[in-house]
Every structure is written in C-alpha cells, then in structure tokens.
C-alpha cells in the first residue's frame, strides 16, 4: 500500500454462529487492490484474530474481472482472489475466513454462488439466508491423509502434555489436508481434550518442521458428532476457536479410515472451552472426493 493511498475499510466477522460472541472472528477486506503483502500481514496482526481474509480481482479464466468489492455484480463478479493471513504470515487456505467473507459479500451483493480462488486451489462457496440468518458451505480442494512417523507423534504428544494412553486407539494419528495440513489427534475423553495446556514454542517448532498449519484435537461424542479443539502456535494464536480448514481435514480423514459412511453428515463443536461456541457442518458424499464445511455467520459491531 503506497503512503498516500487511502486506507481499506476492515470489516470483522465471526463464523460458525449467528452471534457475533460466537465462533471464530475474521478480518474482512472485500477490496485489497491497493496492498502489499506487508500492508496485509500488518492490519492482521494488528486484528490479531486468528485469520483475516483479503480479496482482490478473480485469475484470468476464473469468470470476469473488474474490482472485488462490494460494488462486484452478480454472475462473472461473484468470482475473486481471496488471501489469508495470521498475526504471523500467510496461510494458504483458512476455512473461518472464507464463510466469514462469504458472509459479507452475501450481505452486499446477495445470497448465491461464490468462486474463490485460493493458494490451495479453487473453493465454491454456497450461500442462503432464511429468516435473517446467512448460511455459507464450502467445498475443499481434494483432500488427502498421510501417516506421521513415530518420532514427531512423540514430539507431538510431549508438546501437549498428552500420554500416549490418553488417545482414542480407534482414531490413528495422522496428518490430513484439504486445503492446509493439519495433524489429527483424538483424546478419548472429553476430560482430556478439556485440559489444554501446551508448550507453545515446542509444538511450534514441530508443526514448522512438519508444515503444519494447525493441531486438530478431537474427541468422538456419538457417530456422528465431535468436539474439536485446534491449537495453532504458527499463527501466534493459542488456539483457534473454529477451524473450517481443519474440519474438512478431518471429514476426509475420518472417511478415508472408514470411521464414518461415505454418506455423512458431522457435527463439531468448537469454541465451548473458550467461551466462544460454534457449529461446524462436515458434509461428505458418495463419489465426490471434496469436503463440504458450512455454517453460520454474523457481523461483529
């Protein structure tokens, strides 16, 4: 952003709940035309939420062109470049950010189909409202898993404080991608996954070494509900209050080891031992290798 230029206007956003004391807040820019990288990275570190998301004009062949926006017009111009970053650095896909944009662009320009191209790849977003409430569901990059080798589960375990005995033996540890890399790991009681209390500067060091973007801490309720936790040191946040990267992660993995049909629908409960409560939607079908992760949204005054 050159000095003269004139500031952005930052929204804030939470997403995966109608209350903005709720879920997981995000920055908005819906127009960074006119930022650098290092004009991005500053208004996140200095919202200091976990991500927030900036929005320019849509790749050649994505669908139109023209200025992003809240001006952007319906059909080709529901299509832009969307980029995410930490109070630390870019992350290449955040799933929080992009409802939250979705949220308020469906504010501006309506509800309907919105195109972002990410680092990771393509995402499709859908997005109602009914009675006043705005509903958007993404649909991840194709998703993959890949086991973690011995050593670095220790380390993982001895960052958190986790015996190995404390794990769901019916969960296997591994790492899933749908868009970022995320290690998951299953507590087998509620109890557990409640005590959070890590060494922040030894699992950031691990999840460096191993490109992590965050840990996905879940524990099984019924078939198909879960309560998750996602500690994320790399982005300088403690922990993250609703994960939707993270959470289509995890919907491919638990598909891919057979944990749940090919036809499902997982709740997550995220945020309770925050304070922030949020609900995740995991939408998995059969012969369609994406992820789909939808949820609420509301703008924070």
């Not at 209350?19 to 919202?47: F, H, K, Q, W, Y």
């Not at 190995?164 to 507590?187: E, M, Q, Y």
């Amino acid at each position: 952003m050159t000095t003269n230029a004139p500031r952005p206007e930052i929204l804030r956003y939470t997403a995966f709940s109608s209350s903005p004391e709720g879920g997981n807040p995000a920055g908005v820019v819906l127009d960074a035309t006119g930022l650098d990288d290092a004009a991005m990275l500053a208004i996140a570190a200095e919202l200091g939420y976990s991500e927030s998301a900036f929005l320019t004009a849509p790749p050649a062949g994505l669908g139109g062109g023209g200025k992003a926006g809240a001006g952007a017009g319906a059909g080709a111009g529901r299509a832009y470049t969307i980029r995410y970053f930490s109070p630390k650095a870019e992350v290449p896909f955040c799933g929080h950010a992009t409802i939250a944009t979705a949220v308020a662009l469906a504010e501006r320009i309506g509800p309907g189909e919105l195109v972002f191209a990410t680092r990771a790849g393509t995402v499709p977003v859908a997005v109602t409202a009914e009675g006043g409430t705005v509903r958007a569901t993404l649909t991840s990059v194709e998703p993959h898993t890949e086991e973690i080798a011995g050593a670095d589960l220790a380390e993982a375990l001895a960052a958190l404080d986790w015996p190995a005995a404390d794990l769901d033996p019916a969960f296997p540890p591994r790492i899933a991608f749908a868009g970022a890399r995320h290690l998951v790991l299953a507590a087998a009681t509620r109890a557990r996954l409640a005590d959070l209390a890590y060494d922040f500067a030894r699992l950031e060091a691990l999840m460096h070494r191993l490109d992590l973007t965050t840990v996905q801490l879940v524990w099984r309720e019924s078939a198909g509900v879960f309560h998750v936790r996602d500690p994320f040191p790399v982005g300088g946040v403690v922990e993250d209050p609703a994960t939707g990267a993270a959470a289509a992660a995890f919907g491919a993995y638990a598909r891919e080891l057979g944990l749940v049909p090919e036809d499902a629908v997982l709740t997550l409960h995220q945020g309770e031992d925050l304070g922030r409560p949020g609900e995740l939607t995991v939408t998995l079908r059969a012969g369609d290798p994406r992820v789909h992760v939808g949820g609420t949204g509301a703008r924070i005054v």
